[in-house]
T-cell receptor, first 111, second 113 residues
Framework: GENVEQHPSTLSVQEGDSAVIKCTYS??????FPWYKQELGKRPQLIID?????GEKKDQRIAVTLNKTAKHFSLHITETQPEDSAVYFC??????????FGAGTRLFVKA | GAGVSQTPSNKVTEKGKYVELRCDPI?????LYWYRQSLGQGPEFLIY????????DSGLPNDRFFAVRPEGSVSTLKIQRTERGDSAVYLC???????????FGPGTRLTVT
C-alpha cells in the first residue's frame, strides 16, 4: 500500500528565513498531494495542494513542487512569520481517493 | 455555511465497553473519511465512504471497528470491546467528491481507561 515519508520531523527557523519540508510517496498511482497545517489543539486545514499534472504551484509565501519521476514533493514557505509555527502534514491521495498522511513536521519560527 | 461537526468532543470509557462516534459532514459532500490521530502523529486513514458505501475500509485496524453511513450523510464509527490502545483523537473529514480538499471536523478525543 501507499507509504508517505516526511522530513524533517522538527524544523526551527528564524523569522524571515525560508522553511522547506520534503515528502516521498511510494504509490505511483497517487495523483493528488495536499498539505495541511495543524495548530495545537485544532483541526488540520488545507494550505496548498498540487495535482500530478503540475510541477509547481505557488500561493503568496507558500509553494509546492512535485517530482513525479522521483516520487517526491516539497513545501516551501518564504519570509516565515511566528504565526507560521504549527505542525505541517503532507499527504498523498491515490486514484481510489484513499489519503495517506505523513508523520508531520513541527515548525518553530523564532521571532 | 456549517462545517464538519463531530460528537461527542470527548469520550471517556472503560476497557471492554462499546462506543459510537458521530460525524456530520458538510451538506452535499459525497466523500467522507475517518482518521485516527495519536499524539505527535499524522492522521491515520481508517475508512472512506463515497455516498452510502464504504469505498475503502482497508485502514480499519481489526474487526472491532466498524463504520456506517446509511443515508449518505451522517456517519457513525463504532468500536466494540474498546482497548486502551484505541485511545486517540478520531477525526472525520468530508470533501465534495473525494479528489479535492478535505474539510476536517474538530475530532472526538477517545480515552479508554
Amino acid at each position: 500500500g501507499e507509504n508517505v515519508e516526511q522530513h524533517p520531523s522538527t524544523l526551527s527557523v528564524q523569522e524571515g528565513d525560508s522553511a522547506v519540508i520534503k515528502c516521498t510517496y511510494s504509490d505511483s498511482a497517487s495523483n493528488y498531494f495536499p498539505w495541511y497545517k495543524q495548530e495545537l489543539g485544532k483541526r488540520p486545514q488545507l494550505i496548498i495542494d498540487i495535482r500530478s499534472n503540475v510541477g509547481e504551484k505557488k500561493d503568496q509565501r507558500i509553494a509546492v513542487t512535485l517530482n513525479k519521476t522521483a516520487k517526491h514533493f516539497s513545501l516551501h514557505i518564504t519570509e516565515t512569520q511566528p504565526e507560521d509555527s504549527a505542525v505541517y502534514f503532507c499527504a498523498a491521495n491515490t486514484g481510489g481517493f484513499k489519503t495517506i498522511f505523513g508523520a508531520g513536521t513541527r515548525l518553530f519560527v523564532k521571532a | 455555511g456549517a462545517g464538519v461537526s463531530q460528537t461527542p468532543s470527548n469520550k471517556v470509557t472503560e476497557k471492554g465497553k462499546y462506543v459510537e462516534l458521530r460525524c456530520d459532514p458538510i451538506s452535499g459532500h459525497t466523500a467522507l473519511y475517518w482518521y485516527r490521530q495519536s499524539l505527535g502523529q499524522g492522521p491515520e486513514f481508517l475508512i472512506y465512504f463515497q455516498g452510502t458505501g464504504a469505498a475503502d475500509d482497508s485502514g480499519l485496524p481489526n474487526d472491532r471497528f466498524f463504520a456506517v453511513r446509511p443515508e449518505g450523510s451522517v456517519s457513525t464509527l463504532k468500536i466494540q470491546r474498546t482497548e486502551r490502545g484505541d485511545s486517540a483523537v478520531y477525526l472525520c473529514a468530508s470533501s465534495l467528491t473525494g479528489a479535492e480538499e478535505q474539510y476536517f471536523g474538530p475530532g472526538t478525543r477517545l480515552t479508554v481507561t
